[in-house]
């Protein structure tokens, strides 16, 4: 699928790391290194600006070897273009690091997903089917 991109930043367009990689490296379109400190959120601008097809989103999640090395996540993860938007892509990021971390131009942030999607109509009903799972829920399956 060919998806219409606009490049306005310093740096290449995302691509996959590896002929297996399910995500795209979205790159910090800054022109001077950012300091986060603890727990500080900022948005990072990719220069970036992209048309899905009707019934696609992109995700964009955290790298994680950006977050094991250097504690940064996304806090809205995954977070979700839509295919009618036309802004520019950011990222959100929060430093979950104990010590400030500092963001490079050009550094890789997060990656982006491209997924289909399902819209859908709800059925009001007054009960739902019976499964042998019911309500448990938040670590209720595989306990004896």
Known sequence: MQVKIVNN???PLPEYATEGSAGLDLRANIETAKTLQPMERIIIPTGLFIELPIGY??????????????????????GTIDSDYRGEVGV???????????????ERIAQMV??????????EVDSLTETERGAGGFGSTGKK
């Open 114 to 123: 491209i997924a289909r999607y399902e819209r859908i109509s709800w059925a």
């Open 57 to 78: 989103e992109a995700q964009v999640r955290p790298r994680s070897g950006t977050a094991f090395k250097k504690g940064l996540s996304i806090p809205n993860a995954p």
């Open 92 to 106: 959100i990021l929060i430093n979950l690091n104990t010590e400030a971390v500092v963001i490079e131009p050009g």
């Open 9 to 11: 930043s310093a740096f």
